[in-house]
C-alpha cells in the first residue's frame, strides 16, 4: 500500500492546477476517461477551499487545431479531441471556475504535443510554471484527467523545476489503456518525491 500524507495546512505560495477537465475527456465524450465525471464534486469542494483562502487556481485545457499531430488521422495515438472552440474542449457545466482563476490552454499548436500544464499558456502567451514562479509558488496540488498522462507530466516538470507537489489522489483518475497504468503513474510520482493526499486531508 502506498505511502499517504494526512492533514495539509493550505498556506501562502500554495495553487491549485485543474487538469483537463473537459468534456471529451469525460463520459459521453471523444476520448472520455471511464469514471472521469466523479471526480466532479470532489473537485469542486477542493477549489472552493482554495478560491475561499485566496490562493491561485489554474484551470488547464487542450486546446488542438483541427489537425493536431496527436489525432490518429496524422498518426498519432487518439481520436480527435479537444478542438479548439468545439462543445468537447468545454469544462464540463457542473465544474466551478471561480473569478479570478487562470485558464491556461495546451497543445494548441498543429505540430506540438504536450502533456505537461506547465508549459500550458494564459491569453497573454505566459505559461503555468512562468505563472507559479511570479507568484512564488512553493507548493502545487494537482486534480484532474488522466493520472497517467497530463496529471504524471505536469508532477514529474512541476518537480523538476523544484515545486513541492502533492497529487489529490481522490481527485484524479487514469485512462488505464494497460490495466493499472494509473496506479503505475501513482506510484512513479511518489518514487520521485511527490506527496500522496486526498482533498479530505486538506485544511
Known amino acids: 500500500m502506498m505511502k499517504k500524507e494526512h492533514k495539509v495546512v493550505i498556506q501562502e505560495g500554495d495553487a491549485l492546477s485543474v487538469t483537463d477537465m473537459q468534456l471529451d475527456f469525460l463520459p459521453g465524450g471523444a476520448l ?50 479537444c478542438v479548439a472552440d468545439t462543445p468537447g474542449a468545454a469544462f464540463h457545466p457542473d465544474l466551478k471556475v471561480p473569478e479570478g482563476a487562470v485558464i491556461v490552454s495546451k497543445a494548441d499548436r498543429r505540430d506540438s504535443e504536450e502533456y505537461s ?3 500550458a499558456r494564459d491569453t497573454k502567451g505566459n505559461t503555468e510554471k512562468e505563472l507559479l514562479e511570479k ?19 505536469t508532477v514529474v516538470e512541476a518537480l523538476r523545476a523544484g515545486i513541492d ?15 493499472g497504468d494509473g496506479e503505475r503513474a501513482l506510484e512513479k510520482m511518489r518514487e520521485m518525491g511527490a506527496k500522496l493526499t486526498t482533498t479530505g486531508d486538506l485544511t
Do not use: Q
Not at 471526480?39 to 469542486?44: E, F, Y
Open 32 to 81: 472520455s476517461v471511464p469514471g472521469g465525471d466523479r471526480l466532479i464534486p470532489v473537485m469542486n469542494r477542493v477549489i472552493e477551499l482554495f478560491h475561499s483562502r485566496k490562493r491561485p487556481v489554474f484551470f488547464s485545457r487542450d486546446w488542438h487545431p483541427r489537425d493536431h499531430i496527436s489525432f490518429k488521422e496524422r498518426g498519432g495515438p487518439w481520436p480527435s479531441h
Open 135 to 153: 507568484r512564488g509558488t512553493r507548493r502545487l496540488f494537482v486534480a484532474g484527467l488522466a493520472t497517467d498522462y497530463c496529471v504524471l507530466n
Open 117 to 119: 500544464t506547465l508549459y
Open 165 to 179: 507537489t502533492y497529487v489529490l489522489t481522490d481527485a484524479v483518475c487514469a485512462v488505464d489503456v494497460n490495466p
